[in-house]
């Protein structure tokens, strides 16, 4: 799908510093959706093997989702609605927006859904980054927000974790005089490791004017910490990214929300697009209105990765104690070589960061799964 930028999106770009030249890539990543054309070679070398089909019996730990899958409630929501999937359903979109500004303490228009985080993310460093105004994040951090600005041309400035493997957010505030977009991912993907809330209400206090700063919070329900609505509903500089793709179980159902002071939600609205999914949305509503849902999933989520962290302790493994659903295991030697050999074992491990190359991530499967992974990972690393 071919896209042209109007006049006033090609002037804003202009003025943000980008050449005329960029003005494809930048109309490639609008109408992107989920087929990311900043996606490096590498990132999708690591995915071949899995588009190739996964073995029977083999065990996927790589990418952080949750086995649980939808509650029960979200799935009846989706046999409900199914059948009027010829449908816009526009009503669907508004009803969970409603509950989740209800839900969060702000206004209804602070909420803008989307079908999950990743596209806000994208849209943010289309709206707020430029070759003039770096994006700002942690290294070892999620890189989708850096692919996206390397790919338009924006400066990516990676500031190192904390001993205690937080956010440096002094670093942080202090990397760019012109920072556009200073990502911060609650609790960190790959680490698994929490910034306290003192230290982003720090950064948000003390960041570069004009910036803007974004917190990830898909994490934030496994690890049972506070999220920063408050913030947003104090009018900060401070957009918030949610996704139902991990304690919720929906990372194929798609629904997910961006929360800021419409100012803000406004300037990334113009790169989004259209209807989105109906199952994705009654799934997503459903998923808010089941009471016990995120503290008994925290519980379960909680035990299984304790008991692997506790065999890593065991086996006197270096890992890096993680509080959400996926850790970080030093092995000792190129951790490509673990994950391939894993792989023979039927093992699927995440990927590896270029900070730390002898580190491997790991996902919270079920006991089962973990289980299985205990077994072939004493041999792999024997």
């Given at each position: 799908?071919?896209?042209?930028?109007?006049?006033?999106?090609?002037?804003?770009?202009?003025?943000?510093?980008?050449?005329?030249?960029?003005?494809?890539?930048?109309?490639?990543?609008?109408?992107?959706?989920?087929?990311?054309?900043?996606?490096?070679?590498?990132?999708?070398?690591?995915?071949?093997?899995?588009?190739?089909?996964?073995?029977?019996?083999?065990?996927?730990?790589?990418?952080?989702?949750?086995?649980?899958?939808?509650?029960?409630?979200?799935?009846?929501?989706?046999?409900?609605?199914?059948?009027?999937?010829?449908?816009?359903?526009?009503?669907?979109?508004?009803?969970?927006?409603?509950?989740?500004?209800?839900?969060?303490?702000?206004?209804?228009?602070y909420v803008q859904p989307y079908a999950g985080s990743s596209a806000p993310l994208h849209q943010a460093v289309l709206a707020f980054?430029?070759?003039?105004?770096?994006?700002?994040?942690?290294?070892?951090?999620?890189?989708?927000?850096?692919?996206?600005?390397?790919?338009?041309?924006?400066?990516?400035?990676?500031?190192?974790?904390?001993?205690?493997?937080?956010?440096?957010?002094?670093?942080?505030?202090?990397?760019?005089?012109?920072?556009?977009?200073?990502?911060?991912?609650?609790?960190?993907?790959?680490?698994?490791?929490?910034?306290?809330?003192?230290?982003?209400?720090?950064?948000?206090?003390?960041?570069?004017?004009?910036?803007?700063?974004?917190?990830?919070?898909?994490?934030?329900?496994?690890?049972?910490?506070?999220?920063?609505?408050?913030?947003?509903?104090?009018?900060?500089?401070?957009?918030?990214?949610?996704?139902?793709?991990?304690?919720?179980?929906?990372?194929?159902?798609?629904?997910?929300?961006?929360?800021?002071?419409?100012?803000?939600?406004?300037?990334?609205?113009?790169?989004?697009?259209?209807?989105?999914?109906?199952?994705?949305?009654?799934?997503?509503?459903?998923?808010?209105?089941?009471?016990?849902?995120?503290?008994?999933?925290?519980?379960?989520?909680?035990?299984?990765?304790?008991?692997?962290?506790?065999?890593?302790?065991?086996?006197?493994?270096?890992?890096?104690?993680?509080?959400?659903?996926?850790?970080?295991?030093?092995?000792?030697?190129?951790?490509?070589?673990?994950?391939?050999?894993?792989?023979?074992?039927?093992?699927?491990?995440?990927?590896?960061?270029?900070?730390?190359?002898?580190?491997?991530?790991?996902?919270?499967?079920?006991?089962?799964?973990?289980?299985?992974?205990?077994?072939?990972?004493?041999?792999?690393?024997?």
């Open positions: 799908m071919n896209v042209i930028l109007t006049e006033e999106q090609r002037k804003d770009f202009l003025q943000r510093g980008f050449s005329r030249r960029n003005f494809g890539r930048i109309a490639a990543m609008i109408t992107a959706g989920t087929a990311l054309p900043f996606y490096n070679e590498p990132a999708m070398a690591q995915l071949s093997a899995i588009r190739g089909g996964m073995p029977a019996g083999a065990v996927k730990i790589n990418a952080n989702e949750n086995p649980l899958g939808p509650c029960e409630e979200a799935l009846n929501a989706v046999y409900a609605v199914a059948r009027n999937g010829g449908r816009y359903l526009y009503e669907e979109t508004f009803g969970f927006q409603e509950l989740l500004a209800e839900q969060e303490g702000v206004k209804r228009d980054t430029s070759p003039t105004k770096p994006f700002v994040t942690a290294d070892p951090g999620y890189e989708a927000g850096e692919r996206a600005a390397e790919f338009i041309g924006a400066p990516v400035i990676r500031v190192p974790l904390t001993k205690t493997y937080a956010h440096d957010v002094k670093q942080m505030a202090a990397a760019s005089a012109n920072a556009g977009l200073i990502y911060v991912c609650n609790p960190n993907n790959p680490t698994g490791t929490l910034t306290p809330r003192a230290e982003i209400e720090w950064l948000l206090a003390n960041k570069p004017a004009g910036s803007v700063l974004m917190v990830d919070e898909a994490y934030t329900h496994i690890a049972g910490a506070p999220f920063c609505s408050d913030l947003v509903a104090k009018d900060k500089d401070i957009i918030l990214l949610r996704t139902f793709s991990k304690i919720y179980g929906m990372a194929g159902l798609r629904a997910g929300a961006a929360i800021g002071r419409p100012d803000l939600l406004a300037k990334i609205l113009p790169y989004s697009s259209g209807a989105l999914p109906v199952t994705g949305m009654v799934a997503a509503t459903a998923s808010l209105k089941s009471k016990m849902l995120v503290t008994e999933r925290r519980k379960k989520i909680g035990d299984v990765r304790e008991d692997v962290l506790s065999f890593l302790d065991k086996h006197n493994f270096k890992y890096v104690p993680s509080v959400s659903n996926k850790f970080m295991v030093d092995v000792k030697r190129p951790g490509l070589e673990i994950k391939d050999a894993m792989e023979k074992e039927k093992i699927y491990i995440g990927r590896v960061w270029k900070s730390w190359p002898t580190y491997v991530r790991v996902s919270i499967g079920t006991q089962e799964e973990m289980n299985k992974f205990k077994t072939a990972f004493l041999k792999v690393m024997a």
